[in-house]
């Protein structure tokens, strides 16, 4: 072997090795967050508001970038609503947290995958299902309320915290996405926004919404 491949093969190892440190500091790091007391709603994820769409219909289609998208349904929560989409960059913190005190009534995972096109419209409707998680939860109230996790084409793997049945307080951890992508919470009507499109929010302390 010579000595120029040698170094070739040292530099490569070299930068896995090095990608894989700063992957398990930086992806994964957890900073310590104030979480807002009162009747207030917080971000479950750390990132920016893209969008905040009402709802009235029984299941909704959520578009990620051009290709991608997910079907949920909202029916769950309430008859009508709105839903504050998050999007989440590479460098944002991963984790996703309890937007309000709440237990988990059920949780699905749906695993990625490719639509078949079926009409003229084909290169639009050959679509990607993106990968995503969705839980719902229950408040002492009775509201309910619920984060989707949606993976993106980079991101391919959801981490999911919760277990039926158990209690969650505002801004404990509830998941991770690998890399980001998209986190979005459907809220029922009773529910005052307080974000806007554009706005930064941070994960445990940026207030979504006031209950009514």
Do not use: C, W
């Amino acid at each position: 072997m010579s000595l120029t491949l040698k170094i070739l093969i040292i530099t490569i190892v070299f930068l896995l090795v090095s990608y894989a440190l700063f992957s398990e500091v930086y992806f994964k790091r957890k900073p310590e967050r104030i979480i807002p007391t009162g009747d207030v709603i917080v971000s479950p994820a750390n990132g920016v508001v893209k969008e905040i769409v009402d709802f009235s219909d029984p299941e909704v289609t959520i578009e990620k970038g051009y290709l991608g998208r997910i079907k949920t349904l909202v029916s769950d929560v309430s008859d009508k609503g709105k839903i504050v989409l998050i999007v989440m960059n590479p460098l944002n913190v991963h984790v996703q947290r309890a937007p309000y005190d709440g237990e988990v009534l059920s949780h699905k995972h749906t695993a990625g995958k490719f639509l078949n096109a079926v009409s003229e419209e084909s290169f639009r409707n050959a679509m990607i299902e993106n990968e995503h998680n969705e839980i719902l939860f229950k408040t002492k109230s009775g509201n309910k309320f619920k984060v989707i996790q949606i993976a993106g084409a980079l991101a391919r793997r959801i981490n999911d915290y919760t277990e039926v049945g158990k209690a969650f307080k505002k801004g404990e951890e509830i998941g991770s996405i690998d890399l980001g992508s998209q986190v979005a919470l459907v809220l029922p009507e009773n529910v005052l926004i307080k974000v806007k499109k554009g706005e930064k929010v941070i994960d445990g302390e940026s207030i979504i919404g006031q209950n009514l």
